[in-house]
């Protein structure tokens, strides 16, 4: 049995080589390290199959999050409402522009972020709301716009989970996630579901204006070369980056197919064990198995009989690979921890870190892989 690891990216690249090597060398070949030709192409692939009218690549999805805030204007002080249950990328760059984050509770069925805690949060000074598609489901975007709108406010997603699930609204109507509010962000770090070689990201949107405002952003606010506007950052995905995504792209839909048929043979094999709830795909309007509203970047379920941390080991010493995400609270980080939370607003959160358990989630993994962890597991719960 191949070694059973969290993600696998050697396997993958293993049976890519050829193209991801050419494309690699035609870099070398040309030495345009820096806005090559494959940075606009893969922009163009990526506008295509996203449908979206602007992709704007940027150096990583921590900087995408950051230039999407600084394009719509935010201010110091304005509120910007997100999970407190998530990777701190989104709460940093809040922190780092000045805005007040307000950390609210998650669903403790999709981990993502709860449609009545998002509203009570809601004040005079709140500009923004951040859904982060956590862990590779859509979060409730028909109900967030419902409530942006009201209260005319910017949907930046964070859609470094997410990329290639497709949202499908009460009416009907499908689009990608990462395309359906003001601003959609990605990452494409290596574990990422499109990862390249190295660090990258990604910003989304449908709107011209911000468009425009963003591609000078990136650029040392420059919309005229030596020309600053406004006050800028050097954010740019490098063309070798871009090379290899270029070719991962097309396989994309590939991948997030192996990631959902791993997570069907993992719910099969627990669907019978009282001590695990399996991730639910409850967020959108489809029954589960139509539904694309779930990549699995990560196959996360919750054990209930007080014995995660003792699973957690077990498989370690079995020699599988799996990671508690997220271990700690946002809103009890040292570095985000505030006297305006109650702890009794995040009781979902507070709950999870102590149940959930990530397990090996990836392109490569085989059935013989597959039969191995969740035996190990469902003998261990018994
Ligand atoms: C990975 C990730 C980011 C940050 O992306 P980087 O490319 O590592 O900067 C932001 N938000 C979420 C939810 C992520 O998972």
């Given at each position: 049995?191949?070694k059973i ?6 396997s993958?690249?293993q049976?890519i080589?050829e ?13 345009a390290?820096?806005n ?8 163009a ?13 940027c150096?990583?999805g ?5 230039i999407?805030?600084?394009?719509l ?8 409402i997100t ?8 709460v ?12 609210v ?12 805690a998002l509203?009570?949060a809601?004040t005079?000074k709140?500009?923004a ?5 956590l ?30 699930a ?6 009907g ?5 990462g ?8 990452s ?10 190295g ?9 011209d204006?911000?468009?425009h ?29 871009a ?5 991962k ?7 997030c197919?192996?990631?959902r048929?791993?997570?069907?043979f993992?719910n099969?094999?627990?669907?019978n ?8 795909t409850?967020?959108?309007?489809q029954?589960c ?11 996360t ?8 941390d ?8 079995k020699?599988?690979?799996n990671a508690?995400y997220?271990?700690?609270?946002l ?7 505030d006297?305006?939370y ?13 149940t ?9 993994l ?5 039969t191995?962890i ?6 261990f719960?018994?």
């Amino acid at each position: 049995m191949k070694k059973i690891h969290m993600v696998d990216l050697q396997s993958q690249y293993q049976k890519i080589k050829e193209t991801v090597d050419q494309s690699i060398k035609e870099v070398l070949n040309s030495s345009a390290y820096i806005n090559g030709p494959q940075v606009k192409e893969f922009q163009a692939d990526l506008e295509k199959y996203l449908d979206v009218k602007h992709v704007i690549p940027c150096a990583n999805g921590t900087d995408a999050l950051q230039i999407a805030m600084m394009g719509l204007g935010l201010q110091p002080g304005d509120e910007v409402i997100t999970a407190d249950f998530t990777f701190a990328a989104t709460v940093e760059v809040i922190g780092l522009l000045q805005l007040t984050p307000v950390l609210v509770d998650v669903d403790a069925d999709t981990f993502n972020i709860n449609i009545d805690a998002l509203k009570k949060a809601i004040t005079p000074k709140t500009k923004a709301i951040v859904p982060v598609h956590l862990f590779g489901q859509v979060a409730n975007m028909d109900a967030i716009m419902q409530i942006a709108k009201e209260h005319h406010l910017f949907v930046i997603e964070d859609n470094a989970q997410a990329i290639g699930a497709t949202y499908t609204f009460k009416d009907g109507t499908k689009k990608k996630a990462g395309t359906i509010g003001n601003v959609g962000t990605t990452s494409f770090f290596p574990s990422k579901n499109l990862g390249c070689y190295g660090d990258g990201g990604a910003i989304f949107t449908n709107d011209d204006d911000l468009a425009h405002t963003i591609r000078g952003i990136v650029n040392h606010g420059m919309y005229k070369r030596y020309y600053h506007d406004v006050v800028g950052v050097n954010s740019r995905l490098d063309s070798m980056q871009a090379a290899v995504l270029k070719v991962k792209l097309p396989l994309l839909d590939s991948y997030c197919d192996a990631r959902r048929n791993a997570a069907k043979f993992y719910n099969n094999a627990f669907v019978n064990n009282s001590n695990i709830i399996t991730p639910t795909t409850s967020s959108c309007n489809q029954i589960c198995d139509q539904c694309d509203c779930h990549v699995f970047h990560q196959y996360t379920i919750q054990i209930t009989n007080g014995k995660r941390d003792d699973l957690h080991q077990h498989l370690l010493d079995k020699g599988i690979a799996n990671a508690i995400y997220y271990p700690v609270p946002l809103h009890q980080q040292k570095a985000y921890k505030d006297t305006r939370y109650k702890e009794e607003d995040f009781k979902v959160t507070n709950k999870l870190i102590d149940t959930v358990i990530s397990l090996p989630m990836h392109t490569e993994l085989d059935n013989e892989q597959l039969t191995f962890i969740t035996e190990t597991i469902t003998n261990f719960l018994k």
